[in-house]
């Protein structure tokens, strides 16, 4: 019997990249449902009555709800193609823990990056430079976090990268010319289809942070 | 070739439920460790070396390799010592389920506890309480699906989200000893009732578990600290 597979999801939502990247990985088919945040679908409410949050991966009816949750769950279903997770105990542990990292870290920080101003975006700015600073060094001279390949962190943190253009312009910082070696990994990660097919353009989630931004009447 | 003790440490203190998780962990797949402990106010070489990310415990150190964060060194311990009985079920969306969970306890229903003992005035508490039940009635719910009549989260013994959710009944006690307040209730929530009082109970619990007076002397030190650090400058 064949796999039913929903994914409720909402475009430039980087954990619902996250999702669309290792369900791309696995080669798994999926109906993928845009949800209206303003408007959540009885679906998602039902799904995530917890939470009320996308992304939310529904197989064969029972749903599984945060990304990172949401991603293992792949990865142990689809086992047998591209595993995301190494199979050493220990790397195992270093992948869960900067996985994690990148949760704690990234979305906050960055959210603080492109809504405040003054002293708060400053030091904003500077944490968010601290933390590339930090995945640059883990990452070393690999080519991906996973290693020889695309694994769990790198899954965690590409769709980030969408939001580049967002935290730069509105933040009035460069970060590619402070960290190249993360710019070089977002892009060798972008080469592959599954990210490039899942994480959209940088351009297209800055006109949309404006659009918001003018609707909620934000300078 | 056998594991000597010296081979397994835990840095960390014994009142921090994020400690006695990866302690939990051990002690049910009877692995033998060192508990270095660390001193209140200062932090140790080791630690400082073993998690210079966030300088804070619990730490594993398995022969000389660090692993950090609670949740992360529990599923390290299930994997490594695969034989023991399993921490983790075995169905991937029983783990979804159980991971999922102890993300909420760990992020929102935990912050909420506290958040009792922070409150200054009596409706500040009171809120908090009422976020603290809330949560608990969730909780008694996933209880009830996930132990299917059995005495634990985990079914006959006790799993990642019996550890994940255990570790913090020792302060769930306190909190409710200092502020007079009954938070788990035969009426609301029975099965987390009877739930608590088994897992501390367990055999791999109860010498980890702190006791409720001693963690209280802590909570009101802390709380003193907190006041002094909130009070207006004179």
Known sequence: ???????????????????????????????????????????????????????????NGKAVSESLIAVQYVDEVWKDKAPLL????????????WAD??????????????????????????????????????????????GKTFGFVDVALIPFYSWLSVYE?????????EHPKFIAWAKRSLE???????????????????????????? | MAITKSDVKVLGMWPSPFVMRARISLNLKSVDYEFLQETFGSKSQLLLQSNPVYKKVPVLIHGDKPICESLV???????????????????????????????????????????????????????AVEQVEEGLALLEEAYEKSSKGKDFFGGDEIGYLD??????????????????????????TPGLVNWADKFCAHTAVKDVMPETDKLAEIAKILAAKLRGAAAPPK
């Not at chain 1, 940088?202 to 949309?208: E, L, M, N």
Request: net charge neutral.
């Open chain 1, 1 to 59: 019997m064949a796999d039913q597979v929903v994914l409720l999801d909402f475009w430039p939502s980087p954990f619902g990249m996250r999702l669309r990247i290792a369900l791309a990985e696995k080669g798994v088919q999926y109906e993928y449902k845009e949800e209206d945040l303003r408007n959540k679908s009885p679906l998602l409410l039902q799904s995530n009555p917890v939470h009320k949050k996308i992304p939310v991966l529904i197989h």
């Open chain 1, 86 to 97: 190494p199979s050493d105990p220990h790397l195992r542990a270093q992948a869960r823990f």
């Open chain 1, 101 to 146: 990292y990148v949760d704690k870290k990234m979305y906050e920080i960055g959210r603080k990056v492109w809504t405040t101003k003054g002293e708060e975006q400053d030091a904003a700015k500077k944490e968010f430079l601290e933390c590339i600073s930090v995945l640059e060094g883990e990452l070393g001279d690999k080519p991906y976090f996973g």
């Open chain 1, 169 to 177: 312009k509105f933040g009035n910082f460069s970060v590619e010319s």
């Open chain 1, 192 to 219: 592959k289809e599954s990210v490039s097919k899942s994480v959209p353009d940088q351009q297209k989630v800055y006109d949309f942070v404006l659009e918001m931004r003018k609707k909620l009447g934000v300078e």
């Open chain 2, 73 to 127: 060194i529990v599923e390290y311990i299930d994997e490594v010592w695969a034989s023991g009985p399993s921490i983790l079920p075995c169905d991937p969306y029983d783990r979804a389920t159980a991971r999922f969970w102890a993300a909420y306890v760990s992020e929102k229903w935990y912050p909420s506890l506290k958040g009792i003992g922070a409150a200054q005035e009596e409706e500040a508490k009171k809120a």
């Open chain 2, 163 to 188: 550890i994940a959710f255990g570790c913090f009944l020792g302060w769930l006690r306190v909190i409710e000893k200092l502020n007079g307040v009954k938070l788990l209730d035969q009426t609301k």
